[in-house]
């Protein structure tokens, strides 16, 4: 059964930096688009950014353009979510997920199979 496990969240001051970590198990990540999901209290599940299974393309919502990073170290089977200059706004869950489709996409509804997620806080 495939496995993703999200590490990395926690507390941290407006402006302040974290990595997530999308850590897969019984299956090798690099055959998947990988993609970041997040979900605020009260809101709706959105999308972050996502990433190629195949040449490293990556796609980013307006909201977090120029301050988040997708990547994937396939030798580690993780992909990771850097973000800088995080914002109050930023304080939801955030939930990795894999697609084994053709094409990269945002859209949550064409990935299969999602981590647990973990909590980001951005307060002072």
């Known amino acids: 059964q495939v496995h993703l496990e999200e590490s990395g969240g926690g507390l941290v001051q407006p402006g302040g930096s974290l990595r997530l970590s999308c850590a897969a198990s019984?299956?090798?990540?690099?055959?998947?688009?990988i993609g970041w999901f997040r979900q605020a209290p009260g809101k709706e599940r959105e999308a972050v950014s996502c990433?190629?299974?195949?040449?490293?393309?990556?796609y980013y919502v307006n909201s977090v353009k120029g301050r988040f990073t997708i990547s994937r170290d396939n030798a580690k089977n993780t992909v990771y979510l850097q973000m800088n200059s995080l914002k109050p706004e930023d304080t939801a869950f955030y939930y990795c997920a894999a697609d084994d489709g053709n094409i990269l996409t945002l859209s949550e509804y064409e990935y299969d199979y999602w981590g647990q997620g973990t909590q980001v806080t951005v307060s002072s």
């Open positions: 019984r299956f090798t990540l690099d055959n998947y688009h």
């Open positions: 990433i190629s299974k195949s040449d490293g393309t990556t």
